[in-house]
């Protein structure tokens, strides 16, 4: 038995950059897609066209920004645009190929929540909200979403919706009229979950070295559907934990 | 000619107005959010795509009745204590909140500042925000008969933005990351700007946008006035006094006790005896 060198956050990033492919326009949103999207692009995907909120559009930062309007992305950008273009001719008008998310509720059907936990009204913990991600879920031609696993975090239900997945199931996409195909991948720190082809709903389809199944269905708060023969992550290599630490070491500033 | 910052909000700015202070991490106008506290406004409707840690303090100190937002945090580090305090508890006076996304708010200022009742966009399609918020409504495209989201256009009776430098003609210039400050300006009845400094003439910047003097109430120049955040070309940001708010917006002692320092001992409601001078346009 081999001692893992890297944690499970460590692999839940890499994995989630192998995710991104080379020359691809990948609207990033802040925090752990951040981190994988700079380890893409300095890794397989020296090409990745990364977009920020604040309307830097192809950035290439030294560091990892801290917030989506960073300096540093201003400055490294090809250009920076308005807030209104970004979502109006960029993301709305179906220009980027995908959405990089993080969310703090997810349910079976990957619809995201960052709004409230309980009730609207009346809620147990406010969130931040929406920002951009109800457009980005909606208009993005496919939106991957990396996020750490828990039973409270991964739930039958989520308490609003705030960015649709796929809805209620099979066609309610198609019934809302969003344009992009929604969530094609959920990258944790246990595995890789991926939506069924006909039902929708969300299945582990691959598991991370030293993680059993048993633990992730046990993370997940509904019944968790498993591939029939799910794969297992390969670890992180030597060139991608190193890009990983460069970035994060100098994030944690 | 500028007005000291003082006047310019006391001018400018009144209990119940609708306030939008914008800036998207870049150039966000601290000093002038500081300076509505200190005079005690009361019941204003707060305006802002990605209130942060000043509208946190506005919120704690009382100065609003609602919020009209699409993110509230503090970026990089987590959530609005003060923010949730007012939400959930109703501390120190309740807050309503009107609770948009960024393309819609985007759009709501854009329909603001082209004189139109509304905007259309396509979002919000299936999501908790439609039945939580009367106003996102759905519109048939009279042309292709699509269903688009509508939302009424945004018209703040006042913007505050932050920007490097005006002439002395008035003149506004603001460069990097300049978010939605131009739409939020020439969306609301009157206009404050403040800026680190004003120069005789405004060299050109790539990327620059410039407010001409004819949309601008006042300025005011406050150097530094957009620290913590930061001034592109001036200053950097000053993350840790991000971090270090979140234990003060934590505690309501701890924010009493910033609130007083931030007021004075002579409190919120004596800053302003003299009798200023008018400000007018392009000041």
Not at chain 1, 151 to 160: L, M, S
Not at chain 2, 118 to 145: E, M, Q, W
Not at chain 2, 252 to 265: K, M, P, Q, V, Y
Request: glycine share 12%.
């Amino acid at each position: 038995m081999t001692t893992l060198t890297w944690t499970s956050d460590e692999i839940m990033t890499v994995t989630a950059a192998r995710s991104l492919r080379d020359g691809m326009s990948c609207f990033v949103g802040i925090g752990l897609p951040s981190t994988a999207a700079n380890v893409a692009s300095r890794t397989h995907a020296p090409d990745l066209w990364m977009i920020y909120e604040s309307g830097t559009l192809g950035a290439s930062p030294d560091r990892l920004p801290l917030s989506i309007g960073d300096g540093i992305l201003a400055e490294t950008a090809d250009t920076v645009v308005s807030v209104p273009e970004v979502f109006n001719y960029w993301l709305q008008a179906g220009r980027i190929d995908v959405g990089f998310l993080g969310a703090a509720q997810i349910d079976r059907y990957g619809n995201i929540n960052t709004t409230v936990i309980g009730d609207y009204d009346d809620p147990k913990v406010r969130l931040p909200g929406a920002g951009g991600a109800p457009e980005i879920a909606a208009s993005c031609r496919e939106v991957i979403v990396i996020m750490r696993h828990s039973r409270r975090a991964f739930v039958d239900k989520v308490d609003f919706i705030t960015s649709v997945g796929h809805g209620a199931g099979p066609g309610d996409r198609e019934r809302l009229g969003l344009t992009g195909a929604g969530p094609v991948r959920i990258i944790t720190d246990l595995g890789v979950l991926e939506p069924d082809p006909i039902t929708r709903e969300l299945t582990l389809v691959g598991v991370h070295p030293g993680v059993e199944v048993a633990d992730v269905r046990a993370a997940t708060g509904w019944d968790l559907r498993v591939a029939e023969d799910p794969r297992r992550t390969p670890e992180p290599s030597g060139a991608e934990l190193s890009v990983l630490r460069s970035l994060t070491g100098t994030a944690r500033t | 000619m500028a007005v000291p910052l003082n006047e310019a909000v006391g001018q400018l700015v009144h209990d119940g107005d609708t306030v939008a202070l914008e800036g998207f991490t870049h150039l966000i106008p601290v000093a002038a959010g500081h300076e509505i506290i200190r005079q005690g406004l009361r019941d204003l409707t707060l305006v802002r795509m990605t209130p942060d840690i000043v509208y946190d303090q506005l919120i704690g100190a009382g100065c609003a009745r609602k919020l009209v937002f699409s993110w509230g945090g503090n970026p990089g580090v987590g959530s609005l204590h003060r923010f949730r305090d007012a939400v959930t508890r109703s501390w120190p006076v309740p807050l309503e909140i009107e609770e948009h996304s960024h393309a819609g708010m985007a759009n709501r200022y854009v329909a603001g500042a082209s004189g139109l009742p509304f905007a259309v966009l396509r979002g919000y399609s299936g999501t908790d925000l439609v039945g939580n918020n009367p106003h996102i409504k759905t519109i048939t495209c009279p042309f292709t008969g699509q269903e688009l989201a509508a939302v009424p256009a945004l018209n703040p009776d006042v913007t505050i933005i932050h920007a490097q430098r005006a002439d002395t003609a008035g003149n506004v210039q603001l460069w990097g990351i300049t978010g939605i400050q131009k739409e939020a300006a020439m969306a609301a009845d009157r206009v404050l700007v403040t800026v680190e400094e004003v120069v005789e003439e405004l060299e050109p910047v790539p990327g620059q946008v410039v407010l001409p003097a004819r949309v601008v109430d006042a300025v005011s120049v406050v150097p530094g006035g957009a620290a913590p955040s930061y001034a592109h070309g001036y200053y950097e940001r000053d993350n840790s006094a991000y971090k270090d708010w979140d234990a003060v917006g934590r505690d309501r002692e701890a924010f009493g006790a910033w609130l007083a320092e931030l007021t004075g001992s002579t409190g919120p409601d004596t800053s302003s005896t003299s009798d200023p001078e008018p400000v007018g346009k392009g000041a």
